[in-house]
């Protein structure tokens, strides 16, 4: 496994948002395979939180949106943190009263 730095997580992270617009842009072929431990783990925790507001078709959507984000979500914790690393920004709210 290589070393990736805070640099290149902020860079894989950043992407990430666009890489799900690319994603959502494609057609899906129905292909129907078995869902992973990993999405079905996650749309249970989804479901159980949000279950009155959410449809079938909304939850079948969020499971494939998981089990085709499981690669990227994978490598973003293979990053190696320790306690002393911090984010590259420091968020502060301005208030304008």
Do not use: C, G, W, Y
């Not at 842009?25 to 395979?33: G, H, L, N, S, Y």
Request: hydrophobic letters at 45%.
């Amino acid at each position: 496994m290589t070393k990736s730095t805070r640099r290149q997580f902020a860079k894989l992270a950043a992407a990430l948002p666009l890489a799900t617009v690319e994603l959502a842009a494609q057609p899906k072929a129905p292909v129907e395979k078995a869902p992973s431990k990993f999405a079905e783990v996650l749309t249970a925790v989804v479901r159980a939180e949000f279950e009155p507001h959410l449809t079938e078709e909304d939850l079948a959507r969020i499971r494939r949106d998981f089990e085709t984000l499981e690669p990227a979500i994978k490598r973003l914790r293979e990053v190696p943190l320790v306690n002393s690393d911090e984010p590259d920004f420091t968020f502060l709210a301005r208030v304008t009263r």
